[in-house]
Nanobody, 126 residues
Framework: QVTLVESGGGMVQAGDSLRLSCTVS????????MGWFRQAPGKDREFIAV????????WHADSVKGRFTISKDETEMSAYLQMNNLKPEDTAVYYC???????????????????WGQGTLVTVSS
């Protein structure tokens, strides 16, 4: 059984930075493509970033492009989301997800991911 554990959320002011982490535990002999989503109160879940299994190929949503960066560590068992120049509209619960594929091939709904983390809250005050 595979589980994802997120960390790094918190309360910051506009313009600050945070780094979220997501670590895979369980079946660590499989290579995973990983992604980050967020859900703000009263809004739909938003797909914001995805990385291939080795961190070489990445994609970021327009809403975060240039401010957020997804990456994976050399062991490939953790993914990160570096968030710079945070804005109040970035306030949300952030979730990581993983799929036992080298590259994510699903749609923007996230239905292609097999495992989800429990979420970590990011609150940005103005």
């Amino acid at each position: 059984q595979v589980t994802l554990v997120e960390s790094g959320g918190g309360m910051v002011q506009a313009g600050d930075s945070l780094r979220l982490s997501c670590t895979v535990s369980g079946r660590t002999n499989i290579r995973y493509a990983m992604g980050w989503f967020r859900q703000a109160p009263g809004k739909d879940r938003e797909f914001i970033a995805v990385t291939s299994w080795n961190g070489v190929q990445t994609w970021h949503a327009d809403s975060v492009k240039g401010r957020f960066t997804i990456s994976k560590d050399e062991t490939e068992m953790s993914a990160y989301l570096q968030m710079n120049n945070l804005k109040p509209e970035d306030t949300a619960v952030y979730y990581c997800a993983a799929t036992n594929e080298l590259y994510y091939s699903g749609d923007f709904s996230g239905a292609g991911f097999d495992v989800w983390g429990q979420g970590t809250l990011v609150t940005v005050s103005s």
